[in-house]
C-alpha cells in the first residue's frame, strides 16, 4: 500500500454548529479538489460538507476511509466517493469493482454516490492506463 503524503480536509460552518438536517461527505483524491466549493453552493446552508483529499492515493485506500467516516452517517445522508485512476496503472492487478462492491454491501445504511474513475490528464488521451479507465466506466 503506498503511503499518502498529504491529507488535506475542510468543515464547512453547518457541519461545526451540528445546525444540519444532512451531512455530505467527500472522499478522494486530488480529482476532488475545487469540487467541494462547488457542491457547497449549490446546497443548502443547513447541509453540512466534509471533504476529505488524499492526493495519489489508490482506491481500496480511499474506501478504507470511507468506511472509518461511513460509521457516524444515517439515511439522510451521502457519501461521495471520487478516485480510482491509480489503481489503472501497468501492471497493478488490483481488483477495484470487488473493493467498490465489498464498500457498498458493508455501507447500506447511507446514501453512497460513485463518480466515474478520473482519466490521468498527465498522459495521452489514448494510452493504455486510460483505455483501461475508459472500458471501466463504460462497464
Known sequence: MK????VVT???????????QCKVT???DSFLRGI???VELSLSSKVGIFSMFKPGCDLNTLLETANNVSGSLTQKDVILICGGSNDFKIGKDEP?????MKFI???NHTNIVLTNVPIIYDLSY???ENKGIQSFNKN
Open 3 to 6: 503511503t499518502v503524503s498529504s
Open 10 to 20: 475542510h468543515v464547512n460552518n453547518a457541519t461545526r454548529n451540528k445546525l444540519r
Open 26 to 28: 467527500m472522499i478522494g
Open 36 to 38: 467541494r466549493e462547488n
Open 96 to 100: 477495484v469493482i470487488e473493493h467498490i
Open 105 to 107: 454491501k458493508t455501507n
Open 126 to 128: 489514448y494510452s493504455q
